[in-house]
Structure formats: C-alpha cells, structure tokens
C-alpha cells in the first residue's frame, strides 16, 4: 500500500495565480534530492477540498480482476472461452486487470526497470539531449506532465518515447535502446493477444478490433514514470485522475506502490504481484466499444520512504486512424454512436497539449443523449 494519507482530501486547482506560472525545476529527482528537504515548493501543493468526497473513499477490499494469459493463448477450447468471458467482464466492471503468465521474462522486466533508473540517473544536461519540443515529438523526457499549462505541478520526472511503428529511443545509458526494443516487442505480442480476446468478448470476430482500428501499425509508447520520495506525500500528487488514451496500458512498477484506480466511486490501492502486468482500458477502447468497455479512472499517489518508478506501454491505432465505434457493433445491438469519430493523432495532440482532468478530452467526442 502507498505510504501515503488516503483520506486527505485533494482539490485539482491552483494555490497559483493564473497569471504567474510556475517555475520549473529541472527534475523532481533534483528536488527530492536536495540536501535537508522537509517541505514541498507551493508550486507542488494542491489545497484541500472538504467537498471532493471521492478523493476521501478508499476501498480495502475490492481486488481486480485476474486474467491468465496462457489461457487465453494455449488453453482447452473450454478454457480459452473462460478466460475471453473474464477479459470481458474485467473490460466492462472495472477498466483494469492484472495479467499473469504471460510469458514475457522476469528478468527482462527487471533488466527495463533498471533501465529507466539509469537514464533518470543521467545528468540533467545528458537528460536535456532528449527534452523535445512538441508532444508529438518521438523522444521527449521532462517533469510532471504538462509543466507549460499546469499552474500545479506533479511529482514526478518522465520519459515517452515513441517506439512503434518506427523505434525510437535515447542512446543513453549504454544498452537501454536494445533492452527496450526487446521489452516492447515482447510487450506488444501481449497486447494484440489481449485485444483478440477483448474482441471476442465483444461477439466479434478475433481480427475485427486490430483490422478495424488498423492496430498492425499501431502507435505504441514506451512512458518510464519516476516518483521520488517526497517530503509531504499527503499535500501533492505524482499524478492526477485521468484515463489513457488509445487501446490497452500494460504497466509494470518496481516494487514500490503508488498506483490507484477507480472503482464504483472509490479508490482501489493497486499492489501488483511480481511477474505480472497491470492492464487498463483506454479511451479508443471505450469509444470502439461504443461505451460497453468504459476507460479506467487512475492516479498516483506519493510516499515519503522509497523511489517509484513504473514502466507504462499504451497501444492505440494507428496515427492516421479515425476511432468510431465499431458498425458491426451498433447493428448487431441496434444502437447509434456514442462518440463521433476523430483521428488518433489529433485525439493524442489534443489530450498532452492540455492539463491532465479525468476524461475531458474523451467527454468531447461524446454525443449527447445518444441511446
């Protein structure tokens, strides 16, 4: 469990004038490495709400649902419908699942952790190499999420990187570039395994999402988050509530947990078991399903005793592809589109070029009274 107060109430506004942006640090892990460091710069501090009741709801009892891989991919024709049923109804309760035996090695997850530890271990001005420009730009590292827009900013350091259909990444630490190519590559076989099920769940056809949705040349990112210890865990956050975008995050952590995700209107603590994959819905998943798969509602909350770091890799469509929800869907359940369409690239652009607040980039593409 997160070492953290989860009946602090957190509000999403700024304590900072609109007019004064923050100033931004180099790095959180600059910050947090401080020497004497026992207080947070306001710039990091959210202020309390008494009304934001949902922020108060800690839920200790609920687990997420389980979906075993080899199951799915190797099971008795009894066993493979099993596990497309529990895929589905994970998809549909919860937006979240942990995966396990799902053949990718133990060590090679650990190896990519170290990995990221050591390019947040670079020098600023080595890390500075890979900064970017634009949201869109294949290789961009930087600190809390949105820091031009934010006028509070988060706990945390990150590297995104854009690693399919071309891979990219930074050529250092020394061997990263080849541990990541051979991490995402595994990774990605997992997904569209995934997303087969997750199509069959849906009554159609296995092939149905990925031709659809044109996923063979689908963006995939590789996103290491970084959250050092912080002084006043229970007054900031690393990151706030939102859901992804695209398909399916596949997320992996180092031990340290941090992650929470929302469930029937409370918070559930996220404590990952070794050698498995936490997988949420994203967005594109909610709107190809026409609303029956509803992306998961997540943040991260902060401790005071250890660095975390996690490894996310999202897979969405492809660039170009407009995301609808599927035809053979609404005909099959006589329903209209819950979601006009718009093209992945401008959905992504639209979604890192503002703050980071629940599903509002989503909550543009709804249509209204749709049923």
């Given amino acids: 469990m997160a070492a953290t107060d989860p009946t602090v109430n957190i509000h999403y506004s700024s304590q900072v004038p609109h007019d004064q942006p923050p100033k931004l640090m180099t790095s959180i892990k600059k910050l ?26 800690i839920d200790t009892e609920s687990k997420i649902p389980t979906v075993d891989f080899s199951l799915l991919t190797s099971g008795t ?45 670079l020098s600023e001005e080595e890390k500075q190499e890979f900064e ?15 820091a031009s827009v934010e006028k509070v900013l988060f706990w945390r350091d990150f590297l995104k990187v854009f690693v399919y259909p071309e891979f990219h990444f930074p050529t250092k630490p020394a061997g990263f570039s080849e541990l990541a190519l051979e991490y995402c590559k595994r990774t990605r076989q997992v997904t569209r395994e995934l997303l087969k099920g997750i199509s069959e769940s849906l009554g159609l056809e296995a092939s149905d999402l990925e031709k659809f949705l044109n996923v063979e040349s689908g963006l995939q990112i590789f996103i290491a988050n970084l959250y050092p210890p912080c002084p006043q865990p229970e007054l900031a956050l690393g990151m706030p509530p939102h859901s992804d975008h695209g398909l399916l995050t596949l997320l992996i952590q180092n031990g340290i947990n941090g992650l929470q995700v929302q469930h029937k209107g409370k918070w559930v603590n996220v404590n990952a078991r070794s050698n498995s994959f936490l997988v949420n819905t994203g967005d594109h998943l909610e709107i190809f399903s026409n609303g029956k798969y509803r992306s998961n509602i997540h943040r991260a909350v902060l401790t005071n005793k250890a660095t975390r770091i996690s490894l996310a890799t999202p897979t969405g469509p492809s660039l170009e592809t407009v995301v609808t929800p599927a035809p053979e869907l609404l005909n099959n359940e006589n329903r209209k589109p819950a979601y006009t369409g718009m093209k992945y690239k401008d959905y992504l652009e639209l979604q890192q070029s503002n703050m980071l607040d629940g599903k509002s980039i989503l909550d543009r593409v709804r249509v209204s009274n749709s049923e």
């Avoid at 947090?32 to 709801?57: K, M, R, V, W």
């Fill in 32 to 57: 947090a490495e401080s020497p004497g460091i026992t207080f947070i710069p306001p710039t990091y501090t959210y202020t309390n709400n008494p009304h934001d009741d949902l922020a108060a709801l």
């Fill in 132 to 146: 970017g420009k634009h949201v869109l730009d294949p290789i961009r590292c930087g600190t809390s999420f949105n």
């Fill in 77 to 121: 024709p009894q066993q493979r419908s099993q596990a497309i049923h529990d895929l589905g109804k994970a998809c549909q309760d919860w937006g979240f699942f942990l995966v396990i035996n799902h053949g990718v090695p133990e060590s090679l997850m650990k190896a990519i952790l170290d990995g990221c530890q050591g390019f947040f271990d």
